[in-house]
């Protein structure tokens, strides 16, 4: 069956052009391929290279993934974010080491029912390394496919999304599908960017509709803006006697089970000075028998759909928390031994890792 312009045209540019180097490139271990594409859900490729490296020899196979202990997990991810992946990565590995010997199904319907593995990730590993004929579509994808068929409706519309995924799958490669699909991430990634793409030396500007029309920096559209939620968190570091009170996050939030401080959150900021007397301390301590040792600067982090605030006071207590809430005392020296948000990374690296023992 011949190729279509924008297929052969693609796979030409493929072997004669792309540079780009990833760890994870060309491999056929499911495992491997996996690994990666969990990292690099929501998380640039600059940023998880690493992490996929240390990821990699700590966990050489699934099955030490599957049997390790999920704190040591959870500290390898730390920095990440959007930590239900990692989550999903645990629960994943877990089941394939029961259901299916610790060896990934080749199957795309079977690798979709995998926990955290959706249409995306299912076709990467399907297609890269059991060469199955299925297209992968992420944001370099869409982007590709909507500037040169000028496609302008939104892509994150129901329209939209089966629009792409038709138009995926007809130019895919079927006897390449692996190859295929890592040439079109690239060239998303390296000439169709997001920002000022390099049209000039595009293998396909000739039938491009976005070029031909001047509009590659219109498309593709969407029809959903992010409305973000702002919030505030007030970190209280109580030490007392050398140890300090952290506890493990539960509910279904942001950072779930990485340890914090106590926290204390608001729907606006608070006023700087007498800390201790912040509403919701009280029933943790006695004011009488505590000191505010120091207040950082205000932070910020920006998350999909969140802005978090917040500061952190650092309180020398000279009796026990009086109803710990979860909280439990660990010797300061350990505290980098649990997982912990990039927010509370952040403040402790500008302290230089090294709250005093008091």
Known sequence: MKKSFFTQNLMRWNKDANRREMPWKNEK????????????????VEQGWNYYLRFIKAFPGISKLANSNEQKVFKLWEGLGYYSRCKNLI?????????????????????????????????????????????????????????????????????????FNELAQQFLDKENPGIYNQA????GATVCKPRN??????????????????????????????TKKIRWLYYFIMIYKGKVYIRKRTNK????????FVLIETKKAITPGNWLQVAGLKQLINPEYAIVSSTSRIYTQQLTH??????????????????????????????HDYPLPKFMITYLEEKNVNLRNG
Not at 33 to 42: A, K, M, R, T, V
Not at 184 to 187: A, H, R, S
Not at 316 to 324: E, H, V
Request: charged share 25%; aromatic share 8%; with cysteine.
């Open 306 to 335: 969140q802005t978090i605030h917040g500061q952190f006071i650092e309180i020398r207590l000279q009796i026990p928390l009086k109803a710990n809430l979860g909280y439990d005392a660990i010797p300061l020296g350990k505290l």
């Open 184 to 187: 079109i991430m690239d060239f």
């Open 91 to 163: 629960a994943t590995a877990k089941l394939i080491e029961e259901q299916y010997a610790g060896r990934f199904p080749g199957d795309y319907d079977k690798l979709l029912a995998l926990p955290g593995i959706g249409p995306y990730t299912a076709a990467a590993i399907a297609s890269f390394a059991f060469n199955q004929p299925k297209a992968v579509v992420d944001g370099n994808v869409i982007r590709v496919l909507s500037r040169f068929k000028g496609i302008d409706v939104p892509a994150d519309s129901l329209s939209g999304k089966k629009l």
């Open 197 to 226: 793409p390099t049209c000039d030396i595009c293998i396909l500007r000739k039938r491009c509709n976005a070029f031909l029309t001047g509009r590659a920096n219109d498309l593709p559209v969407k029809e959903k803006k992010i």
């Open 29 to 44: 271990d499911p495992y491997k391929i996996w690994l990666s594409e969990i990292i690099l859900q929501q998380t640039r």
């Open 253 to 260: 939030d942001i950072w779930h089970n990485l340890h914090e």
